[in-house]
């Protein structure tokens, strides 16, 4: 492997007089050096070009009439020079050690063909300003995130974090010019298929949230996401089903979560019949057998759990924990009037009512430290967050019968 490749970055513009200057701005304050910018206009009708034009010979630029994304993008390939390929939107800012940390990280792996990719920051437009984009406890083991397509499937990867070698265009093909909003994740899942990626997570990268981006004035982006989920979920081979997940049950399983949790009707009960027709595989009870004997570890007394904060997260647990045999005693929260209600069945008790020594108190509040370090200055000694078992729930099989029972 050369030890000082070039990186080709190529933005596609189209009527981003607003943003495109701190995207190019972005791409030459690159620590790396052996980088070049392309930038191609697809046809803007505003001030794009004399903003571009005034780079000069720091860039190279090329106009075409307006054919939509993948057709600038392809330009940008058919012309880069450089062996890695960097895609950056023209609303969207990479940060200055980004190409000298992902090229590092592929010289590190010893393979050329190293895909990277990492995380990343919402900027938002607004008051909210910058956050960074927190991948959830159950997708956080990384020797699955790094799994061929598996981040892709659960929206875990944001493009402009991708680097790739310009060799996988080669025989994967250009981006498709009939897709608009989901012509990335089309071009990763034909290039992330049977590899073993790198997941860098050092947000690289700042994702600008405004009005005006492609995703938010596309009235049909949603509808893309789910059409290309859709497909992944059906492109999949029995045998990269079985590499990635372990077995059919689970990848029907995760994605039956992951649809649920998004919103997606009529995916959910689409697949639900592909997971109904499915065998739970024989080591399903070794799973769970094994999460009981965690949860005991942490204090579960077989009954004497208490989910704190009654919000969206508990409602979710909630469910994790009912289709894998774990019986919740009750929910709470620091709200007054919740006390006495019932939640999906389960009784809300006040703060006050809970056990200090026997309860299981698990906080599923989003950033719960500060609410643990209260509960346990009142006494109560067995809690824990969300996040500290989200992953261990996750890992264990559910039981088929209870799934269907809710």
Known sequence: ??????????????????????????????????????????G???????????????????????????????V???????????????????????????????QQSGNDMSIVWSGWN???MDERGLKKFEILSKYTDEEQITNSVFPLLFSLVNTVTVLINKKFFEKAGLFDTRLYTSQDYDMWFRTFIDQKTIYLKEALIDYRV??????QADSEFIENCIQMSEYMVANLSDEQVENIFGSKYRFFYYM?????????????????????ACDEPSYGENTRNAFYQYMKSIGYDGGNIV?????????????ELKVRGIQVRALSDSKQSLAGTTIDCIPCIAPDAIDRKRDLVIVTKDNPENVISDLQKKGIEN???????????????PIKQMYWSK
């Open 307 to 319: 989910l704190y904060c009654a919000g969206r997260n508990a409602k979710s647990l909630l469910w």
């Open 1 to 42: 492997m050369r030890m000082n490749p070039k990186v080709s970055i190529v933005i596609p513009v189209y009527n981003g007089e607003g943003y495109v200057n701190e995207a190019i701005n972005s791409a030459l304050a690159q620590t790396y050096e052996n980088c070049e910018v392309i930038v191609v206009n697809d």
């Open 76 to 106: 940008g390939i058919e012309r880069m020079e450089g062996e890695y390929f960097q895609y950056l939107p023209h609303d969207d800012l990479l940060h200055p050690e980004k190409i000298e940390k992902n090229i590092r990280a592929i």
């Open 122 to 124: 919402f900027k938002y």
């Open 210 to 215: 405004h009005n005006q981006q492609g995703s």
């Open 256 to 276: 039956l979560d992951f649809y649920k949790h998004q919103g997606w009707k009529d995916s959910y009960e689409n697949l639900c019949r592909k997971f109904q």
């Open 383 to 397: 809690t824990v967050s969300y996040d500290s078992i989200g992953r261990v729930v996750y890992d264990t099989l």
């Open 44 to 74: 803007s009708t505003d001030n794009t070009e004399a903003i571009v034009n005034t780079y000069g010979n720091k860039i190279r630029y090329f106009s075409k009439e307006n054919g939509g994304v993948s057709s600038a993008l392809n």
